[in-house]
């Protein structure tokens, strides 16, 4: 019998609807019960727990519980009676426990006047649906059905934002603009763990949503139905602190935001955000049956969980490249390796350019209770010249340079050619400038390289000069980098980053530093490693803000620099441009490609103030006034 169309449903065929819907209903379960793993089901919220999300859920008349381990995402909208919500569940009978769920779009749901329950279902020839089942992790997909789901290692993907050729575990997959890409477990990079959604009827199979995952989720190990991968168990509760004072071997007592806590040799120690430390953020595991003093667990965490003694109030920033956004603005938004929600209370700020992928932004963001990633604000720094080019001709490549301290391993005898500073390679041509004010070049020389990538990749020395700083390292046999992330590890921060196409190798005793916005893919970084076995070993990763990020900007004349020294460990000084007091650290770059720094030159200055109320410097440029023009002053 033909299914009725949406005009045939009228008061005289209320009864027929009833019926063909309890048939529907019956078959939807018939699926779900022959089912034993996970399975999931859109429909709207019938009803929910109240002042909870865990307890008793009823979705399109299907029973539900959801615990602590159920993963509730609301990107879509909060949950509410009558909201459209896809639920991921197991279990053989009702009430079926919930995995997951999410809000979703009002139209993702049925359209028919009386809502009813739907799966993604697989057509066959006889027109029986089928539930979707999910595809062994690093298996390949099959080639029939409409919608399915993999797990896998992404193996390759486009080369700027999302939208291309991504290859996971094997397989060739497409994703088009409207893809959906989440990063709430790590960065969507190489060697990342990540689930697929794609359509199976297109070649190359063609993404739907594509998330990164934790990395035991892609080790090959079916998962437990009715467990969220990276959850928090139902006997346990979790704490964010900053570790006051620990034991020198881990296990013992522990004091994190003023209280005391053990560990014992059951204790789980993770570092994968860096070493413990005084003052290190981490997040304890804490059962909550027998000693609730003795830590299951304790992992170093990243600086904005800190913000307050949970997740829930935590707040930061971020400095990154946009990977992906919605074109209406309201949705998901990728940033650095992270996804941030957008919503209608969002500031969105193109004073430095229009929004668009590749351009480095700013978020400023908070954590809510489900510890999504809300972005109060995003805005606009500079679009990157990552071409090998200064497009707009301000003797700057944003985004795409770097200063280095170091010393000379090797150079050619004309200077001309290939070098090679602690370990780090640069080419240098007739436009390079050299200065040998303190001492001569030679090998073991110490020397600072200001450079640019060029179209390949490749690093372009504009300046090498001979000098007595060093950047600011901690040891004569340490080396500074200052430049942007364009990898990082999938799952942390322990593994391999490159750094102006550099590669830098972060072990669990590397530290890891926040003070200037989070560490992800684009942000600028100082970088202090030693050459080990033919490798660059981390020791420290510290953010700043990117050259020409600032929230002040200033054109005026230098009066004096070099002053006081702001610390004795770092060579930071104070300069006076235009009566005014700014701080130049080893971070800052100083930028005489159009026009000189000296006593009496003129500058752009860009800044940002400091906690202690000083003026920090990012960039200092100069440049050249071509005429000057004098406004009348208005005033009110």
Sequence with gaps: MEAPTQQNWTVHTIVLSIIISTLCTLLIWSGLIARASEANLTGHIDSMPSGTLEGSWVVEGVNFIANSNTDFRQD???????????????????????????????????????????????????????????????????????????????????????????VIAGVTYQAPSNAEFKQRNGPLVVGACAKVHYFTNTSPLTIRELESRSASDCNGASQTPGATPGSTPEDETEIYGRVESMPSGLVGNWVINGVAYNADSSTEFKQEHGSFAMGICVKVHLPTTGSSATMREIETEQEYHCGGSDGGSAEGELYGRLQSFPANRIGDWNIGGMTFVASSSTGFKERNGAFAVGVTVKVHFTVDSNGVHQAREIETKFANDDDGSD??????????????????????????????????????????????????????????????????????????????????????????????????????????????????????????????????????????YSIQDGHNQVHEIETHVPPGAGANSLIGQIDDKGGALVSAKVSAAVWNISGRNYTVTPATNLNDALSGLGVGETVWVNSYTAPDGSEVATLIRGITLVETIYLPTIMQ
């Design 391 to 528: 497009d707009d001709g301000n003797g700057s490549h944003e985004g795409a340079e770097g200063h280095a301290y170091g010393i000379i391993d090797s150079f050619p005898a004309d200077l001309k050619g290939a070098w090679s500073v602690s370990g780090i390679p640069y080419s240098t041509s007739d436009s390079t400038t050299f200065s040998q004010s303190d001492g001569s070049f030679a090998v073991g020389v110490q020397v600072k390289v200001e450079y640019y990538l060029d179209s390949n990749k490749n690093r372009v020395a504009r300046k090498i000069e001979s000098t007595n700083d060093n950047g600011g390292a901690s040891s004569a046999t340490h080396y500074k980098v200052f430049g942007y992330v364009n990898q990082m590890p999938a799952n942390g921060f322990v593994g391999t980053w490159m750094a102006d196409n550099n590669a830098f190798v972060a072990d669990s005793s590397a530290q890891f530093k926040e003070n200037n916005g989070l560490l992800g893919l684009g942000a600028y970084v100082a970088i202090e």
């Design 76 to 166: 879509k909208g909060s949950f509410a009676v009558g909201v459209c919500v896809e639920v991921e569940y197991a279990g053989s009978s009702q009430p079926y426990t919930a995995t997951k769920i999410a809000s979703k779009n009002a139209d993702d749901c049925s359209v028919s006047s009386t809502p009813t329950a739907s799966v993604t279902t697989t057509e066959t020839p006889s027109g029986t649906p089928s539930v979707t089942t999910t595809v062994t992790p690093n298996s390949t997909p099959s080639p029939s059905g409409s919608e399915q789901e993999a797990y896998g290692r992404i193996e390759s993907m486009p080369g700027s934002g999302f939208v291309g050729t991504w």
